[in-house]
């Protein structure tokens, strides 16, 4: 079970986005830069056509295991992703 929330601070005009990772030691994290426009596919078994997109952005992911599974992430926009399980 995972928490996330967001706060912010108003005067500021910024946010902070915690989130707790409830898995068992020892658990690795990897972050990875993403660059913009790049090719995605999704990972799927045949005989199913996978889909297929482009990153417009840049962003940052992070998750324990391997690049295009992320956990979470923020693009350079601001726009936030997290799974929660």
């Given amino acids: 079970?995972?928490?996330?929330?967001?706060?912010e601070?108003?005067?500021?005009?910024?946010f902070f986005i915690g989130k707790n990772y409830d898995v068992p030691d020892p658990c690795k994290?990897?972050?990875?830069?993403n660059?913009?426009?790049e090719n995605k596919q999704a990972l799927i078994n045949a005989p199913d056509m996978p889909v297929c997109w482009g990153s417009k952005y840049r962003s940052i992911t992070y998750n324990q295991v391997c690049k295009d599974f992320?956990?979470?992430?923020?693009?350079e926009k601001g726009l936030v992703i997290e799974q929660a399980s």
């Fill in 70 to 75: 992320p956990a979470g992430g923020m693009n």
């Fill in 9 to 14: 601070n108003i005067e500021e005009h910024r």
């Fill in 35 to 37: 660059p913009a426009n």
């Fill in 29 to 33: 994290i990897m972050l990875f830069i």
């Fill in 1 to 7: 079970m995972c928490t996330i929330f967001r706060t």
